[in-house]
């Protein structure tokens, strides 16, 4: 069997790059635990300057989690989805608060669990192939992996836009929105991890000079009319506004929110709203470790699943069907804290930073 992160220390970079080519590099339990066990044991390595994530062969940079997984154990007691969520969120966690440099190279799709590992990263690299989305409201989930923090505090009302429609960006705009750092052609990529293992120390300079300037920014049409038509958070008010506006933009985006779990909206909508306002990114990963071992359980989490990405229907039938049906009190029952001794806690380690 081939292992699925490739791990290896090269001229002063630990380099993990994801190697499950068959599943667009999607994270399994195995993975994120790997990826955290390098990462711990390089903060005391003095061989270790810095770190680079990537992917190596083949398209797309992770599209993901192993959503099937997930909704199978959802469908039993949920334990092997929480034990996943458990340590994605801890690698979230330590890579939000590493002390030393850190690097993600966004080159392709780059999903949930793709964004989970680049935007705590202090240098994001997109290209013209970067594709990053935040599409969990298409298969019953929410925007975890710290979307509750990362998106929350986009310009305007762009994440609101993002969790709602699943709206996929692509380099410029990722560059423009500061979810990348740097704008860097493909083609130039590997000179640049070459460079960087010439100079670690470096990383700024090195980055700099492979940088490309970014074609046409074109969310930076459309902000305006996101931060009005999105102001609310109320899934029904945004759902009105768009059927009010005139433009043929605003109808398209109504038609593709219509085709997302209203439960899952109306969780993402105060995910947001709720991220907005914590104090540290542990609490932010301690409350969606606790909605996301009760989403996974939810009707629309298999629907979505089943629909999207198993029988590849496309037509999965939500429960409650309706934004309206959607209830306060079922949003309560979702987001409620777990007793202490459940709740998700942050790598010892780490605990100190973030
Ligand atoms: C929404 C999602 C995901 C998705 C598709 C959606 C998601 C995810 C994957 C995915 C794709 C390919 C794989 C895989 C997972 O697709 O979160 O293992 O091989 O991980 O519409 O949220």
Redesign the pocket.
Known sequence: MTDDVLISVERGIGRLRLN?P???H??TTAMCEKMSEALLAWLDDDNVEMVVIDHAEGRGFC??????MLARSGNTDADEAKRFFFAEYRLNHLLFSYPKPTLAIMDG?T???GVGISLPCSYRVATENTRL???????G?FPDVGGGWYLSRLPGRVGQFMVLT?ARLDGAECHYLNLATHYVEQSGIEDLVERLMVAPGRATGALGAASAPTPEVKIEQNLALIARLFASDRLEEVLAALEQDESEWAHTELSTIRTKSPLSCKVSLRLLADGAARASFADEMRAEYALAGRVVRTHDFRE?VRA??IDKTGDPQWDPPTAEEVTQEMLDVLFAPLPASEEWTPFPEAETVA
């Open positions: 499950r068959k599943a667009i999607a994270l599209a993901g989690g192993d959503v099937v799709i999903m949930g669990g989305a935040m599409p969990e409201t298409s298969i989930l699943g979505g999207v990405l």
